[in-house]
């Protein structure tokens, strides 16, 4: 079955530190990638998508995410994180059926 | 001009007891879900529509009964509660990958 591992459950960083978490996925077909992020208290929403194309995607923000189809990744990037990117963030993957398979999520903690 | 709509945003019911929580877009989409997050946040989809029909059911119990009366709303219908069953609910809808999600239904059980 399709699965989503998101290895860094609490980050916590100062503003203007640089931000990686990491995503890994395991599906031997197409898949298409997200990244999503929830706000305290509120819905998601799409940071960025991966359907074909250029590996390394840019989303709003300021994020970006790259994937490497060797390493099976999708990990998200921001240079330089502020505070009121204090959220919890979904790497999820689409795996046929558009049925989204959701990692366990991150929370960021940004102490400014 | 709210994309994806849920009421209510807050239900609490005691156990036993039989809710419904709504769900609209409005977007014109054909597919929409429902995503269930637990308290230690993790999502995991439980239904799916298509045009009105049933796509994805993710072995969830029989007291879960979604209804889809036309493309644009879905609707969750939750008999004889359970304490287990608080959660928040989240409503989606897409046309292709990319889903758009509501915010949310926060049910608690007590």
């Known amino acids: ?112 | 001009d709210t994309a994806v709509s849920q009421t209510p945003k807050y239900l609490v019911t005691q156990m036993g007891n039989d809710k419904s929580i709504k769900c609209e877009q409005n977007l014109g989409h054909d597919t929409m879900y429902w995503y269930k997050q637990d308290s230690k946040k993790f999502l995991k989809i439980m239904f799916s529509y298509n045009n009105k029909e049933l796509i994805i059911n993710e072995t969830v119990p029989n007291r879960f009964s979604p209804k889809s009366p036309d493309k644009a709303h879905l609707n969750l219908h939750i008999n004889s509660l359970e304490l287990g069953d608080s959660a928040v609910y989240f409503c989606a809808s897409s046309r292709g990958s990319e889903q758009y999600f509501g915010p949310g239904t926060r049910l608690t059980v007590t």
């Open chain 1, 1 to 112: 079955a399709q699965s989503v591992s998101q290895h860094n459950h609490h980050v916590i960083l100062s503003e203007a530190a640089s931000l990686e978490l990491g995503c890994n996925y395991s599906y031997g077909g197409t898949v298409n990638l997200f990244w999503y992020v929830q706000y305290p208290g509120q819905h998601l929403q799409l940071l960025l998508k991966y359907f074909s194309g250029d590996p390394l995607v840019k989303g709003i923000k300021g994020f970006e995410a790259e994937f490497i189809k060797s390493k099976f990744s999708f990990n998200l990037r921001k240079p330089s994180v502020q505070w009121s990117d204090t959220a919890e963030y979904f790497c999820a993957v689409n795996a046929g059926f558009q049925k989204l398979v959701f990692g366990t999520g991150t929370r960021l903690l940004v102490s400014p």
